[in-house]
């Protein structure tokens, strides 16, 4: 049995995510594409760098997303955050962050603001870090420091929220 307060919508099986957070950063990108048509915004780098470099953070991001969803296929259990947690994830990535997959998306967003030299998608996808940061991230801690207790909070001391 889980104790203590609730946040509205948390439950002893699940956190109070209401966010989907894959949704919640494709709107980013193409609220940072249509400013851009609006109001400029065409970072003043080479396009060739711009296209490395965002490409190359747009395969790390994606690497980071397949491995981490991996673990989450292995253990059976669901992508959803507001999902119970069956297990705390220890391995793969989940080694050097706790929040890979979020992590992993605002690497994809950036890399695909600078592959398209766009600084606004940068701008929205720092917004959405922030967002999931208060909504998901802190509500999912949250639930899993009831859930797990002192496993979850030695694992807290160990490895960073986002890197």
Same mark, same amino acid.
């Given at each position: 049995?889980?104790?203590?307060?609730?946040?509205?919508?948390?439950?002893?099986?699940? *956190? #109070?995510?209401?966010?989907?957070?894959?949704?919640?950063?494709?709107?980013?990108?193409?609220?940072?594409?249509?400013?851009?048509?609006?109001?400029?915004?065409?970072? *003043?780098? *080479?396009? #060739?760098?711009?296209?490395?470099?965002?490409?190359?953070?747009?395969?790390?991001?994606?690497?980071?997303?397949?491995?981490?969803?991996?673990?989450?296929?292995?253990?059976?259990?669901?992508?959803?955050?507001?999902?119970? #947690?069956? $297990?705390?994830?220890?391995?793969?990535?989940?080694?050097? &962050?706790?929040?890979?997959?979020?992590?992993?998306?605002?690497?994809?967003? $950036?890399?695909?603001?600078? #592959?398209? &030299?766009?600084? /606004?998608?940068?701008?929205?996808?720092?917004?959405?870090?922030?967002?999931?940061?208060?909504?998901?991230?802190? *509500?999912?801690?949250?639930?899993?420091?009831?859930?797990?207790?002192?496993?979850?909070?030695?694992?807290?001391?160990?490895?960073?929220? /986002?890197?």
């Amino acid at each position: 049995m889980i104790d203590g307060p609730h946040e509205p919508g948390e439950t002893e099986d699940r *956190p #109070a995510v209401r966010l989907h957070p894959p949704t919640t950063l494709f709107f980013a990108l193409i609220a940072g594409y249509v400013i851009r048509l609006f109001a400029g915004g065409r970072m *003043p780098i *080479p396009r #060739a760098f711009a296209e490395g470099l965002g490409g190359l953070m747009i395969i790390i991001g994606i690497g980071l997303i397949l491995s981490s969803v991996r673990i989450f296929a292995e253990k059976g259990q669901a992508l959803k955050p507001a999902t119970p #947690a069956s $297990a705390l994830f220890l391995q793969g990535p989940y080694k050097f &962050s706790r929040n890979p997959i979020y992590l992993a998306m605002m690497i994809f967003g $950036a890399g695909f603001g600078i #592959a398209t &030299s766009n600084v /606004w998608i940068i701008v929205t996808t720092a917004i959405v870090g922030v967002i999931f940061h208060f909504f998901v991230i802190l *509500p999912e801690e949250r639930y899993l420091a009831r859930r797990f207790g002192a496993d979850y909070d030695a694992y807290k001391a160990r490895v960073r929220r /986002w890197f």
